[in-house]
């Protein structure tokens, strides 16, 4: 049966920027999110080889440290003219000082190494996989993409990570280029969010959300 989240929840994340936009999209909800980073939990080693397994590998962790529900998300960008690079290693191709000038440049050389040109070769899409573990072992997993195509030079310095290259089909402006609430707000009517992340969200908030005003 599926539960209701309320209370204490735990963001199983070090990255500021994925923690700022899970604040933003867990404020309507009355929950009270606390970072295991704010908490000094260690960073569980990721061997996973699935999105999914790498946000359980997250998730599990912070749950047992600190006897509360855990909400981890795995992310990342996936080419397609890439083989899916860098996916899973999105993270890792900025290197431990977390840079993602030289990671975007390693995206467009390798693109170019393989002379894709046109915006079809430079088809991408984000990936989000969210998953909640509550202290007991129940788990729940949602996610989210989103597609478009890596553009070259990066535009726009909002977001974080890939967010300067990557062209979502249907708009004009990257990520970089877009508002905080352009990529990740929820839509009032309902209708689908556009970040891969939000995407995941909004499965999750109808699954397990109730807003405050219900209370
Ligand atoms: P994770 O912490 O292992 O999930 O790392 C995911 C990595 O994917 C991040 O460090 C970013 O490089 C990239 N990524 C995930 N989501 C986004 C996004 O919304 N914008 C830009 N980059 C992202």
Redesign the pocket.
């Known amino acids: 049966m599926s539960r209701t989240l309320s209370g204490k929840l735990v963001i199983a994340?070090h990255?500021k920027?994925?923690l700022a936009?899970m604040r933003e999209l867990l404020a309507p909800y009355g929950v009270e999110a606390i970072s295991a980073g704010e908490l000094n939990l260690p960073e569980p080693d990721?061997t996973g080889f699935m999105f999914s397994e790498?946000a359980a590998i997250k998730s599990r962790a912070a749950a047992k440290a600190t006897g509360l529900p855990a909400l981890a998300?795995?992310?990342?960008?996936c080419v397609d003219a890439l083989d899916g690079a860098p996916g899973l290693f999105?993270?890792n191709w900025?290197g431990p000082g977390?840079n993602?000038a030289p990671?975007m440049e390693r995206v467009e050389k390798e693109l170019q190494m393989r002379e894709a040109t046109t915006p079809e070769q430079r088809r991408a899409h984000?990936v989000?996989a969210l998953i909640v573990t509550w202290p007991d072992g129940h788990e729940e997993l949602f996610e989210g993409r989103v597609f478009g195509r890596v553009v070259w030079p990066p535009r726009g310095t909002n977001?974080?990570?890939?967010?300067p290259m990557?062209l979502p089909d249907g708009h004009q402006r990257t990520?970089g280029e877009m508002s905080a609430e352009e990529?990740h707000g929820l839509p009032a009517d309902g209708s689908e969010a556009l970040?891969?992340?939000a995407r995941a969200f909004q499965k999750l908030a109808r699954a397990l959300l109730r807003a405050k005003t219900d209370a």
């Open positions: 994340t990255n920027g994925k936009e990721e790498n998300d795995d992310s990342g960008v999105s993270a900025a977390k993602f990671a984000f989000s977001g974080f990570g890939y967010d990557f990520f990529k970040s891969h992340r």
